[in-house]
């Protein structure tokens, strides 16, 4: 069984900085992906950025350039900075896993991912 837990969240003005890690508890081994996904007042949930066992990242266009995600291995904790932030990036944040490599299809789609955390909301205003 795995376990996460956000935290880092908070509110910011638009263009200001936040960075959310992610812990998690349990054995996560072998090849797995790692991402990061958001949910906004009355939209859908999307994949923000995703990082597999191998490090290689995937990001969604809206984030490209802004957030960062990377991971700590001796601390099992996900990370995602995030800068240049907009109104619109207002949602909650989750962090997510699966097993298996952050391919171009599996990466985003949260229909992919077994485990999640709880949220932790993030408010940018203008």
């Known amino acids: 069984q795995v376990q996460l837990v956000e935290s880092g969240g908070g509110s910011v003005q638009s263009g200001g900085s936040l960075r959310l890690s992610c812990a998690a508890y349990?054995?996560?081994?072998?090849?797995?992906?790692m991402g990061w996904f958001r949910q906004g007042p009355e939209k859908y949930r999307e994949g923000v950025a995703a990082?597999?066992?191998?490090?290689?990242?995937r990001y969604a266009d809206s984030v490209k350039g802004r957030f960062t995600i990377s991971q700590d291995n001796a601390k099992n904790t996900l990370y995602l900075q995030m800068n240049s932030l907009k109104p619109e990036d207002t949602a909650m944040y989750y962090c997510?896993?699966?097993?298996?490599?952050?391919?171009?299809?599996?990466?985003?789609?949260?229909?992919?991912?077994?485990?999640w955390g709880q949220g932790t909301q993030v408010t940018v205003s203008s």
């Open positions: 997510a896993q699966h097993w298996g490599r952050c391919t171009p299809v599996r990466a985003l789609a949260k229909t992919e991912y077994i485990h």
């Open positions: 990082i597999d066992s191998d490090g290689t990242t």
């Open positions: 349990g054995y996560i081994y072998g090849s797995y992906c």
